[in-house]
């Protein structure tokens, strides 16, 4: 079992940066495939992106490509957001979450994922 603590949320600009990190507890976190979702108030959860357990592979949903980056550190045991370029429609509870299956293709559904963090909120100022 892993728990998944995400940090980095806040309030920003329209066109600024922000950097989420989710940190895990656990030996294995370096077999689990991870993801970042988000969830504005009344819609669905929704896929942002994912990365295999050695970070070779990376997903990343079209609305989101070329402006946020998935990475991950197997020795610090963290999984990072980096989003660039950041719009209002990016506003939501960002969750990470963690996939023991070596899965390929990388997860993009919930039911795909096992373990979930607590959310950090992201607020993008217009």
């Known amino acids: 079992q892993v728990q998944l603590v995400e940090s980095g949320g806040g309030l920003v600009q329209a066109g600024g940066s922000l950097r989420l990190s989710c940190a895990a507890s656990g030996r294995t976190f370096s077999s689990y495939g991870m993801g970042w979702f988000r969830q504005a108030p009344g819609t669905e959860r929704e896929f942002v992106a994912a990365i295999s357990y050695g970070g070779a592979i990376t997903s990343h949903a079209a609305s989101v490509k070329g402006r946020f980056t998935i990475s991950r550190d197997n020795a610090k045991n963290t999984v990072y957001l980096q989003m660039n370029s950041l719009k209002p429609e990016d506003t939501a509870v960002y969750y990470c979450?963690?996939?023991?299956?070596?899965?390929?293709?990388?997860?993009?559904?919930?039911?795909?994922?096992?373990?979930w963090g607590q959310g950090t909120q992201v607020t993008v100022s217009s």
């Open positions: 979450a963690a996939d023991p299956r070596r899965r390929v293709p990388l997860g993009t559904m919930t039911a795909e994922y096992d373990y």
